[in-house]
């Protein structure tokens, strides 16, 4: 019962409901399902079921009624949220998270209760409701939501550009015509920012360069070290030490799968200072590291790490003791964004200049990330992502053969909705179709 007062908070009064008891709380009720008393009116046996006034279960005019007083209002009233809820958040905080959602899909169009679950429509992407909780008085004692998968339909980039500009935290968007080398839209494109997983494009371009100078061959074999190891993502890392890979199979295991240990081989033979250079980073870690540093039992590590910010030689130091620890559990590591500034950083303009010297490269269009393939003849794709950072790189060539790029970078050390963000990238490639 104790989780019950939790969940429900104070208990106000009972009522009748034809043959049904009713027990009213703070924040809902319970139906009273059975109940036995013994000799002396002492109660021996209760079963409860909670009512739930959802979307399911209320009125459709009062869901619809609460919703647009939430998501179209000019000014959002104390009497629309529980006392019990405020109690907890206060209002001002709960304007501020609601506007933060809902500010970069743009104007308020309607709740459609058609069917279920209920979705809020915004004119660049919709919210789902997946759950209402309201007391009652018939406010709102809890509202979980989420945005809603798919393609946000811009009429132009402008509008693009505009609800990518709403995202809370640093953004950064390029998208560029590469048959007239013009930039069509331009956010911070010159802001270097952590692309996570979106460097191994560098590492390509440097293996690709490597072979093409004669030093290497992609079919080269080679020997896995336990120092190679790293975790997820890929499935590399399971491999036994000394198993014999190529290049060719390296790299399009980075590339495909995002293969971490298959990334950290590649460093191994290129050596990092080359790719480094082609990011703009002086130092570079490689997955292993980045893991090791940012786990919370090797925090002298980090303290170090940082503040040997500028001293190319003493990070790559720190870097190399880094790499003799034991790799943290997968479970245990980055539940929340963690030490961002252990990462790898570049512009989006980079971003886009990395992709096009690799494009060509099979091994870029076996992934084609959130783009559909169907819709363009070649789709070349690297994204990278962590709790509070996400990049996705994606070169199309259209049916009309005109070429395109488009990079986006968001870091938040608050966290991402990458539903959202996904969404408004998808609607600028619609645009390049």
Not at 51 to 65: C, F, G, K, L, N
Not at 333 to 340: E, F, G, I, S
Request: glycine letters at 6%; hydrophobic letters at 40%.
């Amino acid at each position: 019962m104790d989780v019950l007062k939790v969940s429900l908070g104070k208990f106000q009064r009972l009522e009748q409901s034809n043959d049904t008891l009713i027990a009213v709380f703070e924040r809902g009720s319970l139906r009273v399902t059975a109940a036995a008393v013994d000799a002396a009116d002492r109660l021996t046996a209760l079963a409860v079921e909670p009512i739930r006034m959802t979307a399911d279960s209320a009125t459709r005019t009062q869901v619809r009624t609460v919703l647009e007083r939430v998501f179209n209002s000019e000014t959002v009233l104390d009497r629309t949220f529980s006392d019990a809820l405020l109690r907890e958040i206060p209002l001002k905080s709960l304007i501020a998270q609601i506007k933060r959602v809902t500010s970069p899909l743009g104007r308020f169009v309607a709740v459609d209760d058609r069917q279920q679950p209920t979705r809020v429509v915004f004119q660049y992407g919709d919210l789902i409701i997946n759950s209402l909780l309201l007391d009652a008085t018939g406010r709102i004692a809890t509202l979980n939501i989420q945005t809603a998968p798919g393609i946000t339909r811009f009429p132009s980039l402008i509008q693009a550009q505009h609800a990518f500009s709403q995202l809370d935290g640093t953004i950064s968007v390029y998208v560029i015509d590469l048959n007239k080398m013009t930039p069509l839209l331009d956010l911070n494109s010159r802001k270097p920012m952590a692309v996570g997983s979106t460097f191994k494009l560098a590492v390509l371009g440097e293996l690709k360069d490597q072979i093409n100078s004669g030093r290497l061959n992609w079919l080269s074999m080679i020997a896995l070290e336990n120092m190679d190891r790293s975790l997820p993502s890929g499935t590399l890392q399971n491999a036994p030490t000394g198993s014999q890979h190529s290049l060719q199979d390296l790299a399009r295991r980075m590339i495909a799968d995002s293969d971490n240990t298959a990334t950290n081989t590649l460093l191994r033979i290129l050596g990092r200072s080359g790719i480094g250079r082609r990011i703009g980073q002086a130092s570079i870690p490689n997955t292993r590291e980045a893991f090791i540093l940012k786990a919370a039992e090797n925090s002298d590590l980090l303290r170090a790490y940082r503040s040997a910010l500028g001293d190319q030689q003493l990070r790559s130091q720190i870097l190399s003791r880094a790499a003799q620890r034991i790799l943290p559990a997968p479970q245990s590591v980055l539940p929340r964004p963690t030490a961002l500034d252990v990462e790898w950083f570049m512009t989006t303009r980079k971003a886009c200049e990395l992709m096009g010297q690799v494009s060509q490269l099979n091994e870029t269009t076996i992934n084609p990330g959130v783009v559909d393939q169907r819709q363009f003849q070649r789709v070349s794709f690297k994204g990278g992502s962590e709790p509070g950072v996400l990049n996705l790189t994606t070169q199309v060539i259209n049916k009309e053969n005109k070429t395109y790029c488009v990079s986006a970078s968001w870091n938040n050390v608050k966290g991402l909705d990458e539903v959202q963000f996904t969404n408004f990238y998808r609607g600028i490639v619609e645009l390049l179709k």
